[in-house]
């Protein structure tokens, strides 16, 4: 019993670490070939060509793929004008929508 509660302890204690490293990064990494987002127990990749859409506010980002998925990010602070105006410009350059 005590092994089973040991265990337990450590997995845990390994998702505490995985959640505190996501908060203490909170990104949205966006490139020419992709974006980057956080996720459990590591970071995950998006194509560029499997991203449908992106809607970017200044307190939040959605991102729609062609694989039917959405993510949908709350940022603890908001974006800058430059930033909400480079990932339009990601989307007019990329994805071909015009904002």
Same mark, same amino acid.
């Given at each position: 019993?005590? /092994?089973?509660?040991? /265990?337990l302890s450590?997995?845990?204690?390994?998702?505490?670490? %995985?959640?505190?490293?996501?908060?203490? /990064?909170?990104?949205?990494?966006? $490139?020419?070939? /992709?974006?980057?987002? *956080?996720?459990? *127990?590591?970071?995950?990749?998006?194509?560029? *060509? #499997?991203i449908s859409?992106?809607?970017?506010?200044?307190?939040?980002?959605?991102?729609?793929?062609?694989?039917?998925?959405?993510?949908?990010? #709350?940022? +603890?602070?908001?974006? +800058?004008?430059?930033?909400?105006? +480079?990932?339009?410009?990601? %989307?007019? $350059?990329?994805?071909?929508?015009? #904002?």
């Amino acid at each position: 019993m005590g /092994g089973l509660h040991l /265990g337990l302890s450590i997995i845990y204690i390994y998702l505490f670490y %995985c959640e505190k490293h996501i908060v203490d /990064g909170e990104y949205v990494a966006i $490139h020419h070939t /992709g974006i980057t987002i *956080p996720a459990l *127990p590591e970071t995950r990749f998006i194509y560029g *060509p #499997n991203i449908s859409s992106i809607d970017a506010h200044y307190d939040s980002i959605i991102i729609e793929t062609s694989l039917d998925k959405t993510y949908h990010f #709350n940022l +603890q602070q908001n974006l +800058q004008f430059e930033e909400l105006d +480079q990932i339009h410009e990601f %989307c007019r $350059h990329y994805l071909g929508v015009r #904002n």
